[in-house]
Nanobody
């Protein structure tokens, strides 16, 4: 069984920084993409940032230049460095793993339990 464990959420004032971590554990052969999504109260879940196994990254326009996603393929862990945080970044942040190969099968997308990020003005 493969699971994702997130850490690093919390409360911060506008302009501050937080770093989120997400570690995948279990019988993992490879993970094609890992990323962070967020869901604010009353809103749909949206992509924040994603990183492919080869290192290609993808960011939401709203976080470009402020957030940086990185990945340790050996540890199956990703990090999201969030700088210059704004109140509109307040949301529950979910880690996602897509294209997970747990030999001999491929698994559907896996989600973490979510971690709250609150940015006060």
């Amino acid at each position: 069984q493969v699971q994702l464990v997130e850490s690093g959420g919390g409360w911060v004032q506008a302009g501050g920084s937080l770093r989120l971590s997400c570690a995948a554990s279990g019988a993992i052969f490879s993970i094609r993409a890992m990323g962070w999504y967020r869901q604010a109260t009353g809103e749909q879940r949206e992509l924040v940032a994603r990183i492919m196994i080869g290192g290609t990254t993808d960011y939401a326009d709203s976080v470009k230049g402020r957030f940086t996603i990185s990945r340790d393929n050996i540890k199956n862990t990703i990090y999201l460095q969030m700088n210059s945080l704004k109140p509109e970044d307040t949301a529950v942040y979910y880690c996602n793993a897509a294209g997970v190969r747990s030999l001999p099968i491929s698994l559907p997308d896996i989600w973490g339990q979510g971690t709250q990020v609150t940015v006060s003005s």
